[in-house]
Nanobody, 118 residues
Framework: QVQLVESGGGLVQPGGSLRLSCAASGSIFNINAMGWYRQAPGKQRELVAVITSGGSTNYADSVNGRFTISRDNAKNTVYLQMNSLKPEDTAVYYC????????????WGQGTQVTVSS
């Protein structure tokens, strides 16, 4: 049983910062990439940032330069440092883990709410 536990969401004023964490536990091996997605009300889920096991990163244009993704491979944990937050960053943020064992797999966290408002 694989579990992804997210933490760090909340309410923050525009221009503020938050740090999200996601720890994967259970029988999970051969993780290729860990990432963060978000879904705002009435919109589709979108990629925010992803980091591979080798440390390569990719960001959505809307967050590039403001958000930083990092990971601790030994702890199977991924982080998202979010700076200069804007109201349009308001969404539920989901952690994703992608890899392959006997077949490819994707696991998702339960989601954490981030609200940027004055």
């Amino acid at each position: 049983q694989v579990q992804l536990v997210e933490s760090g969401g909340g309410l923050v004023q525009p221009g503020g910062s938050l740090r999200l964490s996601c720890a994967a536990s259970g029988s999970i091996f051969n993780i290729n990439a860990m990432g963060w997605y978000r879904q705002a009300p009435g919109k589709q889920r979108e990629l925010v940032a992803v980091i591979t096991s080798g440390g390569s990163t990719n960001y959505a244009d809307s967050v590039n330069g403001r958000f930083t993704i990092s990971r601790d491979n030994a702890k199977n944990t991924v982080y998202l440092q979010m700076n200069s937050l804007k109201p349009e960053d308001t969404a539920v943020y989901y952690c994703n883990v992608h890899g392959r064992m006997l077949s490819p797999y994707d696991y998702w966290g339960q989601g954490t709410q981030v609200t940027v408002s004055s």
